[in-house]
């Protein structure tokens, strides 16, 4: 059972362009929800995180819109930058004791931005 | 400060062989964790560790042994390669507290092929 579903699988976006990209999850238990960003030959770092308490959280040209009662929360890139071009997973982890440490990712998405 | 150091960086085995992928983190998390990437799958996690001494397993650990003696080094063991755990490893370490209020920092991976 795929905990977190993302998609798409794979988005072009010109420059200057809006990037979004959806993801839902099913467990309730859930109540983290960040965002990693990964270029091609390093690890995934932290891009944005975002709890259940608001529906919205920007850092830049990032943004998190989260729906609690669909289950779903999405990322949008704005203005999107071909620097921005990587792979984008979504996570989800519960906040419970031993369980907060535990992360659930998405499938990833391949973002491309054309110049 | 180097954060979180992976070795060796490529490696290719034959199927039966075993080997020990390191891990080490200078910044002296409690946290620490193994996940598998695979192309469509996402971040898998393997075993993690929420201090010396203390192991348990992911969602994929057949195949894979783990144990933590220090507070800095997780090896990841594979016990007898076969050719579906050609894939990219990757260690993640974490703050007591928890991915929730920290977030993860990851290693560059270990690409691994399997003959």
């Known amino acids: 059972q795929q905990q977190v579903k993302q998609s798409p699988q794979s988005l072009i976006v010109q420059k200057g362009g809006i990037s979004i990209i959806n993801c839902a999850y099913e467990?309730?238990?859930?109540?983290?929800f960040p965002w990693y960003q990964q270029f091609p030959g390093k690890g995934p770092a932290l891009l944005i995180a975002?709890?259940?308490?608001?529906s919205e959280k920007k850092e830049g040209r990032f943004t998190i819109s989260f729906n609690k009662s669909a289950k779903q929360f999405s990322l949008h890139i704005m203005d999107s930058q071909p620097g921005d071009s990587a792979t984008y997973f979504c996570?989800?982890?519960?906040?419970?004791?031993?369980?907060?440490?535990?992360?659930?990712f998405g499938k990833g998405t391949l973002l491309t931005v054309n110049p | 400060n180097a954060g979180v150091t992976q070795t060796p960086k490529f490696q290719v085995l034959k199927t039966g062989q075993s080997m020990t992928l390191q891990c080490a983190q200078d910044m002296n998390h409690e946290y620490m964790s193994w996940y598998r990437q695979d192309p469509g799958m996402g971040l898998r996690l393997i075993h993690y560790s929420v201090g010396a001494g203390i192991t348990d397993q992911g969602e994929v650990p057949n195949g894979y042994n783990v144990s933590r003696s220090t507070t800095e080094d997780f090896p990841l063991r594979l016990l007898s390669a076969a050719p579906s755990q050609t894939s990219v490893y990757f260690c993640a370490s974490s703050r007591d507290g928890g991915v929730v209020y920290y977030g993860y920092t990851f290693g560059s991976g270990t690409r691994l092929t399997v003959v």
């Open positions: 467990n309730t238990a859930f109540d983290y």
């Open positions: 996570a989800a982890s519960p906040n419970s004791g031993g369980s907060n440490y535990k992360l659930t």
């Open positions: 975002i709890r259940p308490d608001v």
